[in-house]
């Protein structure tokens, strides 16, 4: 059953320079007690359809979409009042570095309380209540006394904790969570996935994770989407993009990763060049000016998205039934 069904989203910011296409027109679904990840380098607008989502973009930001259907409701529709009421409540954010996401003059109590009492209405001892319940959810020790302590008392681990427990407070049926681990050193990483999975199967919820890591995405999610340029180039299972990625964007990422598991020792390759200007996209295929397989097609119209199966999709035109066979050089 459907949670999130989104069609054709597209965001753009307005800046001095002209309008960023930040997010140039995708469509996706997540099913209630699904995990997702969306995957992508910085700049292919993966965090930015999500804050679209949550309706915290700036004000030059403009959304745009066929509908943005949430547990039955058109985001699209609502006001700001009701937008708000979801914020936090239906939907809640783990975003990426808690050092800057919390408030350093507040104690963590008084932060994770805050979201309770303005979605739940809880009178404040009821609200201490559950703080604590939360903090014993996400297994921060002694929670009584801890709740009373400021951010900087914190590990960079416990930290991303407390976002954990502002973010569920409210039992949210989707979690976003934003590179919830890229500040984190890899065990205590680890230990937050471990809790992620936990808490979602104990609250029933549903994630979208956001990252640039494969290796978040194969312990955690079910299905992938690899975002370039502000569109969805590749999207299926992980089993499907890990081991039948069809887009040289997927073979980049796949093959830029470290390979430890069978000792075999191979080069890292990193894709050149850098993404594309999102103020004049290219008119063809975003991927064109980086790929060695790019065609003179490739540069002057975008390639149809190919259904391999009813998961797997990818828009290439190497995909074309009259393009060149190319060797594909990729493992996990
Ligand atoms: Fe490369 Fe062309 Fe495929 Fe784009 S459409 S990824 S440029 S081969």
Redesign the pocket.
Known sequence: MRLLQVNNLKTTFHIEAGQVQAVRGISFYLNKGESIGIVGESGSGKSVSMLSIMGLLPDNARIEADSLIFNGSDLMNLDYKRIRKLQGNDIGMIFQDPMTSLNPLFTIGQQIMEPIRIHQKLSKADAMKKVIEILKLVEIPSPESRLNQYPHEFSGGMRQRVMIAIAISCNPRLLIADEPTTALDVTIQAQILDLMNALKNKLDTSIIMVTHDLGVVAKMCSRVMVMYGGTI?EEGSVREVFYNPQ???TWGLIRSLPKVSTGEKRKLIPIQGTPPDLIAPPK?????AR?E???K??ELRP?QQVHLTETHRA????MHPKAPKVQREVTV
């Open positions: 180039v887009h040289p964007y063809g295929c975003p991927f064109t790929c397989h790019a065609m097609i490739c390639p828009s290439c035109w190497l």
